[in-house]
């Protein structure tokens, strides 16, 4: 298995619910980034967690890290049908500056 | 802000015939460039970092002959795909990065179709 690995691969919920994905690593970094990406289109950042913090918030959007288990949550509260897209951690390792892309998982927010 | 362009948005090109595609950094002087490669329904694969006025570093299995990246200045990256082969169809992705900064501005990917 890869570096940034997602779960679930695909998540179906209703307008105004919570949407929880999450993302696990294995070796050692400077931080964990989560992306947007509309299908068929460029990627967005969302949210940057450093390797010293735990828990990070950005408008509807929260971000908890755990180094320790090497494992990431973005939480997006009171989903919206413009949610709808894959959303995937990347990694930058402490070795470098080049990210590590999870394999996504897709958001699919019905209204 | 932070504006990275890519052009063409899509192209379609015979098989055999080399593509060219632009990444450009609008309103900013980009270090660091990256490419990734995305097929359907995947995740972005890095197929290869370059620094303005020096060659690109390659990931393991991209083949360098095939994929010619060249940054000549600080705001223009490119990436050329060298007889092209169906299989080469995909979603090709840029990114820049600033000095002194973590963040990777990506551009809006080129979709490369090869008949």
């Known amino acids: 298995s890869q570096q940034g690995e997602e779960d679930p691969q695909a998540l179906s919920i209703q307008e105004g619910e919570n949407a929880t994905m999450n993302c696990s690593y294995k070796t050692s970094i400077n931080n964990l980034q989560w992306y947007r990406q509309n299908s068929g289109r460029g990627l967005v950042h969302l949210i940057l967690i450093r390797s010293n913090e735990r828990e990070k918030h950005s408008g509807r959007l929260r971000v908890t890290l755990d180094t320790s288990k090497k494992s990431s949550s973005l939480l997006i509260t009171a989903s919206r049908a413009a949610d709808t897209a894959s959303y995937f951690c990347?990694?930058?390792?402490?070795?470098?500056?080049?990210?590590?892309f999870g394999e996504g998982t897709q958001l699919t927010v019905n209204p | 802000g932070a504006v990275v362009s890519q052009h063409p948005s899509r192209v379609i090109c015979k098989s055999g015939t080399s593509v060219k595609i632009e990444c450009r950094s609008l309103d900013f002087q980009a270090t660091t460039m990256f490419w990734y490669r995305q097929f359907p329904k995947q995740s972005l694969m890095l197929m290869a970092t370059?620094?303005?006025?020096?060659?690109?570093?390659?990931e393991q299995g991209v083949e360098k002959d095939k994929f010619l990246i060249n940054h000549a200045s600080l705001t223009l990256s490119t990436l050329t795909v060298t007889s092209a082969h169906p299989e080469d169809s995909s979603f090709y992705i840029c990114s820049a990065t600033r000095d002194f900064s973590y963040e990777q501005y990506f551009g809006p990917g080129t979709r490369l179709t090869v008949t």
């Open positions: 990347a990694t930058e390792e402490t070795s470098g500056s080049r990210l590590t």
């Open positions: 370059s620094n303005e006025g020096s060659k690109a570093t390659y």
